[in-house]
C-alpha cells in the first residue's frame, strides 16, 4: 500500500464478548504482549511493529457453531498454527481457556 510509511501499523480487527480476555488468551498462547487495554478494546501485538490483533467489543455477540448449522452463526473465520506436537499444543491452548470442538 503505497500510503504506509514507517510506524504505521497493521492488523485483523476481532469482534468478541471479551475483549480483553480473548487477548490476554493470545497474548499467552503466542507469546505476544498487551500493548492496549481499555474497556471495549484490547490489542495482542508480535512487536511494537505488529502484526497486531485488536480486539473489539461486541454487543449481541453469538458465538459461531462447528459445524455449521442452518439458522445457527456460521463461523467467519479462524486462525491456523503450525505446532511440533499438536497433543502438548492443544494441552496448553486448553490450559489457557481454549475449548476443543467435539467434531
Given at each position: ?10 492488523g485483523t480487527t476481532i469482534e468478541a464478548p471479551d475483549p ?84
Open positions: 500500500m503505497r500510503s504506509r510509511t514507517d510506524g504505521m501499523w497493521w480483553s480476555g480473548l487477548a490476554r488468551f493470545y497474548a499467552g498462547l503466542l507469546g505476544w504482549h498487551i500493548g492496549h487495554d481499555e474497556p471495549g478494546t484490547a490489542i495482542v501485538a508480535a512487536s511494537p511493529q505488529g502484526p497486531f490483533f485488536v480486539f473489539q467489543q461486541a454487543d449481541g455477540y453469538r458465538k459461531p457453531v462447528w459445524p455449521p448449522v442452518d439458522g445457527e452463526q456460521r463461523p467467519m473465520m479462524h486462525f491456523d498454527f503450525q505446532v511440533g506436537d499438536l497433543d502438548s499444543a492443544v494441552a496448553e491452548a486448553v490450559a489457557l481457556g481454549a475449548t476443543v470442538a467435539e467434531h
